[in-house]
């Protein structure tokens, strides 16, 4: 039985005025502006959690011995909480977002947070800067939860003492250039995870260990980095920080399949959601592995006619061209496909309600 977490609440004296808030959200960007509130809750060994707050959004002080800066125990989530058109507030799924967190924490021995601990903590925060979720067409309120060891020493063991915390940004499109189709580079050179490492664990070091590949990517003149796996250097994991999905047959003979969950990537949420809703608009759907060579004859031949990235941030993003080391090729016309369009409408119309929920996902704020 969890016990229930109070939270001290400290707003800010000083918020941001209405009027520099709304020219913040008329241009939001994307993770370039936070509310005027944080969520903090510290974890002790012996004493659990404990010192639950609410405070003004603020810079933290860390030591130099800060055990995260020298062993790397930190580990983050992604959310975003909707304006509705009635105006009321919902967060998308974010108990599935708790329950990663604790898998992440698992392989990180970090303490778990309670999902419902964790769901009262983006409730807060969020009921608490609620003018700042826009209103705008697709644009929400980015949530990041977060959790790092404070302990301070030079040892490598699990830390004693961690801090978890909730900031949140106002955001618009993650891609400037919209609902385009980017150009992705198949990286044979670097691996984003081997089995038995971290890859489906959502940790700072994952991403650290992408830059290079995806300044690579970015050399050969593509937007994002395609990962492969470590073994073979053949089958499709990951894009960047996303899921990928191939859209195979058109029209009434449709099946879209992702790379199956291995422990090298992440399980996203928005990847579970769209097999969901992939079904019950009728499609076929297949967890499967699937080769780079499999991808550029599929193409070749036409049976393959779409492939799109999805994640909280993007939601989903076209892909349009592929390059690597040995050949490049066009997704089909190299624009966004009819499936990936009606997916990604689907899926927005429940997050933005414009559309029923029958899943249940959208957890509206009281």
């Known amino acids: ?11 800010s004296a000083q918020p941001l005025s209405a009027a520099e808030r709304e020219a913040v959200l008329a241009d939001p960007g994307f993770g370039r502006h936070f509310t005027d509130h944080m969520v903090t809750i510290k974890w002790t060994e012996g004493r659990g959690w404990h010192d639950a707050q609410l405070q003004p959004y603020a810079p933290l002080q860390i030591d130099p011995a800060n055990m995260t800066l020298h062993y790397a125990q930190t580990i983050f989530e992604g959310l975003k909480a909707y304006r509705q058109p009635d105006g009321s507030v919902a967060t998308f799924r974010p108990d599935a977002n708790a329950r990663r967190f604790q898998r992440s924490a698992h392989r990180l021995a ?41 302990e301070v020493g030079l040892g490598v063991r699990p830390s004693n003492e961690y801090l978890f915390m909730v900031i949140a940004s106002p955001a618009g499109a993650y891609f400037p250039q919209g609902v385009k189709p980017v150009s992705v580079w198949l990286s044979e ?25 995806q300044a690579e990517a970015a050399a050969q003149g593509c937007d994002q980095v395609v990962w492969l796996d470590a073994l073979e250097r053949r089958y499709i994991e990951e894009m960047g920080g996303m899921n990928l999905y191939l859209v195979r047959g058109t029209g009434d003979d449709v099946t879209i399949v992702t790379p199956q969950l291995t422990g090298t ?7 579970d959601s769209l097999l969901r809703i992939a079904e019950d608009l009728g499609y076929g759907t297949e967890e499967a592995r699937v080769s780079t060579d499999d991808w550029q004859s599929g193409d070749a031949d036409g049976t393959l006619t779409e492939v ?12 349009g061209h592929v390059k690597s080391a040995r050949a490049e090729w ?3 016309d190299g624009e966004t496909g009819p499936v990936t369009k009606r997916l990604r409408d689907a899926l927005l119309a429940i997050q933005t309600g414009q559309a029923p929920d029958p899943y249940a996902w959208m957890h509206r704020l009281t």
């Open 1 to 11: 039985m969890t016990t229930r977490i109070d939270f001290d609440l400290k707003p």
């Open 110 to 150: 970090m303490p778990e947070l309670p999902v419902e601990t964790f769901v009262e903590a983006c409730d807060l925060l969020v009921s608490t800067d609620r003018e700042w979720v826009p209103s705008q067409g697709e644009q929400s309120l980015y949530l990041r939860p977060f959790m790092f060891a404070t």
């Open 189 to 213: 050179e670097y691996v984003r995870a081997a089995p038995g490492g971290m890859g489906e664990a959502k940790t700072g070091g994952n991403y650290a260990a992408s830059l290079v590949a």
């Open 265 to 271: 990537l992440l399980p996203g949420i928005t990847r």
């Open 308 to 319: 799109f990235a999805c994640g909280t941030a993007a939601v989903i993003t076209p892909v």
């Open 330 to 332: 066009t997704v089909g």
